[in-house]
């Protein structure tokens, strides 16, 4: 049975559309291939407002509600149709169109849960070809390729993009002008405009989850990352954009960015009480919460950091042994490393659909992104070695250090490189996320004069300043 | 010094409206962003930002991979090596590359995985500082050659590179140990590449040749006190609250 035939049979998964039309769109969707899928949604069943009025409110709240997790193939076909529909509907109407939408939050909600189920369904369909077990929906899943496609989901998020004009929006705030001059028809609609806005962070989130961490922080060239960005209203925005933020610049291997970004919103949390009774969206910031932690002690490990007191003191409780651990290096912290790299990295996916005749080629996408992650720990496993036994002179003979340290002198001289290699980091200063200055990032220093190595340290002075302002606001 | 990772100063017109728009990810700009990677192996120029915008390119339209062009941007991310272009190019890879994969495991692996591996393998040895063995890893199999082959001036390209990490690192560094970091076997070459291309001294003392690196920012390794900065914002709320008790 084919999944046109399917979905006839099941018309109240669909969503209420007309089916027959429903299923000829499907029929004409399976001939398509790149040129016609990033005009998908214009060929989708458009609906009809007048008979699917009573309907649409059902459809938008359902478009912001998470699936069942133990949803058939099917759900997650009508899903996908449902979603192409509703966002035609919004796009391609005539002009804009007016929508009471069932809470503020919807518009995150919606493209929140649009790109979850994108991510599950990918991670569903590769686990099903690398298991092999499953030929019936192996078979169901080889018909319809085309199905929550990367073009489709990105298509969507570029078009609620352009549509309501946001990047040009955001610029002119940044410029200190009104939004509304260069908003346009759409723009100017708070629904339009909050779809962009979050079209725009769940781009970020797709881009790093597809492995391209270097477009996932270009995409956010227009927002400015503080307090009063627009996604710091919504929580669970917030949170998300922070994450995926920080995990990026982790992958780039700027450390001390990412600690930045992930000690920003930790600390944020930890501020907000409110948040933490209660609220359906606790759980998974309560999860994201944990993995943060766990990155940041990744990040700390890999590059040595004072880290502000309240996030210094939680990690400690949470990750307290591992931490050590980590930052011990050595061979024996590598399972650690890839524990944690793990158990806090997003989902990954692969875009496209997998090789179902071959199960042992679909490699999990998490695997190969930890596997890239875990030779850089390893090409760096020993910086903390140096750093211990250097910290103690300040002139060392190498050949006696690698007597100490039970090495041959040329393994040493590699490591002293690459630890002075990654104490040289890029760290953001000003403009796009993306940018930067090289900057030493570890007070110890040192040059070698042949197998003499000079060793220097810098000191930071007393802060004087930080005191004298605290207790002078205590009493004055 | 400030970077910017998605700019490049060597990059065409063409190529940067390409990537600031939508047709970054029209399979018809295949094309262009390959020959765009021909350019780069040419003229010794290299554009992460857009060899990542091409690796996406293939990762959305697996059917239009081309292996050898794969292995070219690889191959040129070797020579800025140490930094995270080698490894980003990887992250866009098919997982089924395995880059880091024990090898031989399975004897049906294809010439293309087999090359990503080889490179990968490569991209280690340099990422932490086992120069030495790179270039003897290089040089014991043919297939090594093939897989830089397009890249111009390869070896020269790396050697540059490793010879600016020694020179951040060392103020002096014998004869020996630097030849074989840039696997330039006899005295000679070696000299020639370095009072040439650094810009450096030898200096020969009886049997001992040893080669000079003038001070620079990274290796004077100066010990220093880092005092706090104080700027008069810091006291705003003081002195607001002066303001205020006076009114």
């Known amino acids: 049975m084919s999944y046109e035939e399917r979905a006839n049979a099941h018309p109240n998964l669909g969503d209420e559309s007309d089916v027959e039309e429903e299923a000829l769109v499907n029929d004409y969707r399976e001939q398509v291939n790149f040129d016609d899928e990033m005009s998908d949604l214009d060929r989708t069943t458009s609906i009809d407002a007048a008979s699917q009025a009573p309907d649409l409110q059902a459809q938008l709240a359902a478009a912001a509600t998470p699936l069942e997790y133990q949803a058939t193939l099917e759900t997650k076909f009508a899903s996908y149709d449902n979603y192409c529909n509703l966002f035609h509907y919004i796009l391609n109407s005539d002009g804009p169109v007016d929508l009471e939408v069932p809470s503020y939050y919807w518009a995150w909600d919606v493209i929140d849960e649009f790109i979850y189920q994108f991510e599950s369904f990918c991670r569903y369909r590769n686990r099903v070809a690398r298991s092999g077990s499953n030929e019936e929906e192996a078979q169901l899943l080889r018909e319809n390729p085309n199905t929550w496609g990367c073009y489709s989901v990105l298509n969507v998020l570029y078009s609620l993009i352009q549509r309501s004009q946001i990047n040009e929006q955001l610029a002119a705030m ?20 909050m779809l962009g806005y979050f079209s725009i962070i769940g781009l970020l989130r797709v ?27 919504v929580m669970a925005a917030h949170f998300t954009t922070y994450y995926y933020v920080g995990f990026s610049y982790m992958m780039m291997r700027r450390y001390g960015d990412a600690i930045r970004m992930f000690s920003h919103i930790l600390i944020y949390v930890s501020r907000t009480k409110n948040f933490q009774k209660g609220g359906n969206s606790y759980d998974a910031i309560a999860k994201k919460n944990d993995q943060m932690y766990a990155l940041i002690a990744i990040c700390v490990a890999l590059h040595p950091t004072r880290l502000d007191d309240t996030i210094h003191s939680a990690l400690r409780e949470k990750y307290g042994d591992q931490l050590t651990r980590l930052q011990h290096g050595g061979p024996e912290a590598l399972p650690l490393f890839e524990e944690l790299f793990r158990s806090a990295c997003p989902k990954f996916i692969s875009p496209t659909p997998p090789d179902f005749d071959n199960p042992a080629v679909n490699v999990d996408p998490v695997d190969h992104q930890t596997s890239i992650f875990m030779d850089e720990v390893k090409n760096t496993l020993f910086n903390p070695t140096i750093r211990s036994y250097l910290k103690l002179y300040t002139t060392m003979d190498l050949k006696k250090l690698a007597g100490f340290l039970e090495v041959e002198p040329e393994k040493l001289r590699s490591w002293l490189l690459v630890n002075k290699q990654r104490s040289r980091q890029i760290r953001w200063v000003e403009g796009g996320l993306l940018e930067g200055e090289v900057v030493s990032a570890n007070d110890l220093d040192y040059a070698l004069e042949n197998d003499l190595i000079h060793v220097s340290e810098t000191k930071a002075g007393r802060r004087l300043v930080d005191w004298y302002l605290r207790n002078l606001a205590r009493v004055y | 010094m400030g970077v910017t990772f998605d700019k490049c100063e060597t990059r065409p017109a063409h190529i940067e409206a390409i990537l600031n728009g939508l047709d970054r990810y029209n399979p018809e700009t295949t094309t262009v962003f390959q020959d765009y990677v021909s350019q780069q192996c040419e003229e010794r120029t290299f554009d992460c930002y857009a060899n990542l915008a091409l690796l996406k390119l293939y990762q959305f339209n697996p059917h239009l991979l081309q292996p050898e062009v794969v292995t070219n941007v690889l191959a040129k991310a070797l020579t800025v090596f140490p930094s995270p272009a080698f490894s980003l190019c990887l992250s866009l890879l098919p997982a089924h590359t395995q880059p880091f994969a024990e090898a031989q495991n399975t004897s049906q692996t294809s010439d293309f995985v087999e090359s990503v591996q080889k490179l990968a393998r490569l991209s280690t040895l340099l990422e932490s500082a086992q120069y030495a063995q790179f270039w003897s890893t290089l040089n014991s199999d043919d297939l090594y050659a093939d897989l830089v082959a397009d890249v111009a001036g390869f070896e020269e390209l790396v050697r540059i590179r490793i010879a600016i990490e020694v020179g951040k690192t060392f103020r002096q560094i014998d004869a020996d140990v630097l030849e074989a970091w840039l696997d330039l076997r006899n005295g000679e070459a070696l000299e020639k590449f370095v009072t040439e291309v650094c810009n450096w001294e030898i200096e020969k003392s009886g049997s001992s040749v040893v080669v000079k690196v003038p001070t620079n920012k990274e290796n004077e390794a100066r010990s220093e006190v880092k005092s706090e900065r104080v700027g008069i914002e810091q006291f705003g709320r003081v002195l607001r609250r002066g303001f205020e008790q006076a009114a």
Not at chain 1, 179 to 189: F, H, I, K, W
Not at chain 1, 210 to 229: H, P, W
């Open chain 1, 174 to 193: 940044k410029r200190g002008e009104d939004p509304m001059t260069v908003a346009g028809e759409y723009g100017s609609r708070p629904l339009y405009k």
């Open chain 1, 207 to 233: 881009h790093c989850l597809l492995g391209d961490f270097s477009l996932a922080l270009k995409t956010l060239d227009d927002i400015e990352m503080n307090k009063k960005a627009m996604f710091a209203r």
